[in-house]
């Protein structure tokens, strides 16, 4: 483009206005270009968040263990159903290796696990998230719904890994329906290996019900979600028994009203 004598007059009028620009206006654009950027770091952490949330259930759709297990973080924990909790990566890719096989898709075997209503926070300074999360699995062996709350950590190397994974199912049933053959899925010996701890909570599967704690409060009041003062879906056997009474005590961190995030982060 050809610059002409006045469009030059004008061009050096604006460099010139903005040389001599206060210093509080200079200083109200960089803030303005700090928190835009801030914003952009943040949308870009969830999206990464919610990559390595799907990507996972990619993984087990086709026994890819190892590759799943490198999604974690070195010290993370791992929580399916009520089997336990694995403690370290190496943990993770035992039980997953045990349970399932090595690694790989076997013939005749269908795993579909696929992933919805992602709900997704950033801690303050970056360096935390946070996703509730619902899957629909379809297996050979029958299907179910978990409910994923699930923590992750950015490493210094600025990539997202699971540092938590915990997904309690909602229901679990075989082929014939869960409507007349709802399973209860939460038995930690159903099979090999063996946990390194005991289940966060006992609960039970569709038909009782056991509100999983939201990470984040009321988004529109602040106010933290209690899920009921009531205790049902949270025991394997009726209220009142010594088995419910002490199902009480295995492992239980959480209550229904204790946010896994702080208000206001």
Known sequence: MRVTRNMGVVLSGLVLGFLTTPATAQDDVEQ???ELDRRITRLE?????ETLQRTYGYFVDKGQWTHLSNLFAEDATLEIGG?????GRERVLEYMQTAFG????PMGILVNHMQFQPVTHISEDGREGWLRG????????GWGLPL?????????DGLWRINRLTGPFTMYTNWDGWGENALNNTWPDKFDPPPDLPPSVVYLTYPAYYIVPFHYPHPATGEVFEAGAGEAGAYHRAPGTPEQRQSQTVGRTVNG????MPPGD
């Open 102 to 105: 090595p690694d790989g898709a």
């Open 148 to 156: 994923y709350e699930d923590a992750f950590e950015k490493g210094e």
């Open 45 to 49: 952490d969830m999206n990464a968040i």
């Open 134 to 141: 619902r899957a629909f699995v379809m297996a050979s062996s």
């Open 83 to 87: 089997k336990g909790i694995f403690v």
């Open 257 to 260: 009203s204790q946010p896994i």
């Open 32 to 34: 303005q270009l700090d």
